[in-house]
C-alpha cells in the first residue's frame, strides 16, 4: 500500500492538490534459508548457507549455528560462507531477521557426509 496519494481539497476559493508519499513498513516475513549447493554435501567441499528475507526497513540478519563451525559472513551478514566444509559444520543453522517492527527465524539442517 506504499505510493503516492493526491488529495483535492475544494471550496469557495479554489482547488488544492497535495501528493503525500506513504512508505509502509512491516515486521520481516518468515525468512528463506537455501543451502548452494545442497544440504548434504560432502566434507572439503565448499558450502553457503543464505537467507532471505522481506521487511520495511530492510532486515538485518543474525545467526545461530552449529558450536565450534568456523564461518565466515557476507557482508550483510545474510549469507555464511563454509571454504572447506568439516565435520564441525554438521547441524542447524537459524537465521533471524530483524527489523524495528518484529523477528522472523528460520533453519536448516546441514549435513556433512565422508569424503570420498
Given at each position: 500500500?506504499?505510493g ?42 565448499p558450502?553457503?548457507?543464505t ?19 568456523e ?16 565435520f ?6 537459524t537465521?533471524?531477521?530483524s ?18
Amino acid at each position: 500500500m506504499s505510493g503516492i496519494y493526491n488529495c483535492q481539497a475544494t471550496n469557495i476559493k479554489g482547488d488544492k492538490w497535495k501528493a503525500v508519499d506513504v512508505t509502509v513498513q512491516y515486521a520481516p516475513s518468515g525468512p528463506v534459508v537455501y543451502v548452494s549447493p545442497n544440504a548434504t554435501i560432502q566434507a572439503g567441499n565448499p558450502l553457503n548457507v543464505t537467507c532471505e528475507s522481506d521487511g520495511s526497513p530492510a532486515p538485518t540478519y543474525s545467526w545461530q549455528i552449529p558450536e565450534n563451525a568456523e564461518v565466515m559472513y557476507s557482508r550483510d551478514r545474510s549469507s555464511i560462507i563454509i571454504l572447506t566444509a568439516a565435520f564441525t559444520h554438521n547441524g542447524t543453522y537459524t537465521c533471524m531477521a530483524s527489523n524495528t517492527h518484529g523477528v522472523a527465524q528460520s533453519q536448516q539442517e546441514v549435513t556433512i557426509k565422508p569424503g570420498e
